[in-house]
């Protein structure tokens, strides 16, 4: 799956979990915040697309998918990134806490 894609998938994730995506550019990292009550993910347009990618997965991480339909080959990716950079999905971290 081409990075493009890739993040075009992790952004409709984060959407369906009530966060809305902002994409600026401007001198920041880009992260999640509660702006006026709206949640938001901030992406930096500046950022190379691996960059965003990466940011969005962390975020995905700390979040329960359970309930949502995430392709196989999205989920494969996902995962696959998570094992790389070192990353415990929220699901496995239930497992390990509830033992």
């Given amino acids: 799956m081409k990075n ?8 409709q994730i984060t ?16 992260d999640s915040c ?3 009550g709206q949640k938001l993910i901030m992406l930096n347009k500046n ?3 691996e960059y965003n990618i990466s940011l969005l997965a962390g975020f995905l991480a ?8 995430v392709k196989p080959a999205v989920r494969k990716n996902l995962e696959s990134l998570w094992k790389k950079k070192g ?7 239930e497992e390990e806490v509830n033992k």
């Fill in 62 to 69: 700390k979040k329960n998918l359970e309930n949502l339909y």
């Fill in 34 to 36: 509660v702006l006026e």
């Fill in 47 to 49: 950022h190379p697309v």
């Fill in 15 to 30: 959407n369906e979990l009530g966060y809305r995506i902002r994409k600026e550019k401007g001198n920041f990292r880009g």
């Fill in 4 to 11: 493009e894609r890739f993040l075009d998938e992790l952004e």
């Fill in 87 to 93: 990353i415990v999905p929220y699901s496995q971290f």
